[in-house]
């Protein structure tokens, strides 16, 4: 059971903004930088999120973060297919000197 | 381009060694700290090991710590991952991946493929 709580499941439609939210608590999300990495099936993850809400270079401003307090939020505007894919979020735990990952939402494409 | 190719995955007993590999290309490998992350079939994502750029901070999850030895050579631009005393758990894809920048608290930006680690009898 990992510290950072995500919901399993997420879906949406073509053209929908959908949000997906990562829990923790004050002793990592609330004082860490939340990162947010894409998993397509069969394929290696990708980074689309870092420093809570940066986009790096390539990924489409579709993809946007935030954080308040002990949560964290991914969210994907403009739904299309492609964006049907697994998602985490991740962060250094300063205590407990690991990096951590959610449990990952699945994001369906309805 | 920046590149990562691991290797040295396969089936092997438990109890077992074996030594993933992971090459670089594309990128000034001394400046980036490394990471290790693997991912059971059917489940999530699970972070093994990082190691800063200078090869002195590293730090490891808990289920693999005192088993697994994460290591780089900086003249081969290649990161390594010892893993000892294997579990029928430690069966995963092993992903390589680049961090952001220098140190352990960044997090990880480019990923290889993966090679698969099978740990049975």
């Known amino acids: 059971q990992s510290v950072l709580t995500q919901p399993p499941s997420a879906s949406g439609t073509p053209g929908q903004r959908v949000t997906i939210s990562c829990s923790g608590s004050s002793a990592n999300i609330g004082g860490e930088y939340v990162y947010w990495y894409q998993q397509v099936p069969g394929m290696a993850p990708k980074l689309l999120i870092y420093r809570n809400n940066q986009r790096p270079s390539g990924i489409p401003d579709r993809f946007s973060g935030s954080k308040s307090g002990t949560s964290a939020s991914l969210a994907i505007s403009g739904l299309r297919s492609e964006d049907e894919a697994d998602y985490y979020c991740a962060l250094w735990h300063d205590t407990l000197n690991v990096w951590v990952f959610g449990g990952g939402t699945k994001l369906t494409v309805l | 381009q920046v590149q990562l190719v691991e290797s040295g995955g396969g089936v092997v007993q438990p109890g077992r060694s074996l030594r993933l590999s992971c090459a670089a290309s594309?990128?000034?490998?001394?400046?980036?700290?490394m990471h290790w992350v693997r991912q059971a079939p059917g489940k999530g994502l699970e972070w093994v090991a990082v190691?800063?750029?200078?090869?002195?901070?590293?730090f490891y999850a808990d289920s693999v710590k005192g088993r697994f030895t994460i290591s780089r050579d900086t003249s081969q631009k290649t990161l390594s991952l010892q893993m000892d005393s294997l579990r029928a758990e430690d069966t995963a894809v092993y992903y390589c991946?680049?961090?952001?920048?220098?140190?352990?608290?960044?997090?990880?930006?480019?990923w290889g493929q993966g090679t698969t680690v099978t740990v049975s009898s």
């Open positions: 594309g990128f000034p490998f001394r400046s980036y700290a």
């Open positions: 991946a680049r961090a952001r920048d220098t140190y352990y608290y960044f997090g990880m930006e480019v």
């Open positions: 190691l800063s750029y200078n090869g002195i901070d590293k």
